[in-house]
């Protein structure tokens, strides 16, 4: 079982930048790909970025040139740096991750969520 726990939402001007962190815990095997989705009210959850082994980054058209991912040397945090903020961007922001199983399945396990509302 993996936990991922985010941290780093909030209130923030159109304009401004937010940084959310996550990390995981809970996993004795690597995991290959961490990243962001959002989920704004009465839509559906939607990709932001992810990164996999080889710091391969995939970003969304909405993010493109706008925020960044990044992760921690040991594959167990990752980060978002979202410049430039628009409200279109408030949303519930989880952090995600897919680990390989010993049985050559693959897994997918979500945190909990962070707000992130962009507003004057």
């Known amino acids: 079982q993996v936990q991922l726990v985010e941290s780093g939402g909030g209130l923030v001007q159109p304009g401004g930048s937010l940084r959310l962190s996550c990390v995981a815990s809970g996993t004795a095997f690597s995991i290959n790909t961490m990243g962001w989705y959002r989920q704004a009210p009465e839509k559906q959850r939607e990709l932001v970025a992810t990164?996999?082994?080889?710091?391969?980054?995939n970003y969304a058209d909405s993010a493109k040139g706008r925020f960044a991912i990044s992760r921690g040397g040991a594959w167990r945090t990752v980060y978002l740096q979202m410049n430039s903020l628009k409200p279109e961007d408030t949303a519930v922001y989880y952090c995600?991750?897919?680990?390989?199983?010993?049985?050559?399945?693959?897994?997918?396990?979500w945190g909990q969520g962070t707000q992130v509302t962009v507003s004057s």
């Open positions: 995600y991750a897919k680990v390989p199983l010993p049985n050559g399945s693959l897994a997918d396990y």
């Open positions: 990164i996999s082994r080889g710091d391969n980054a």
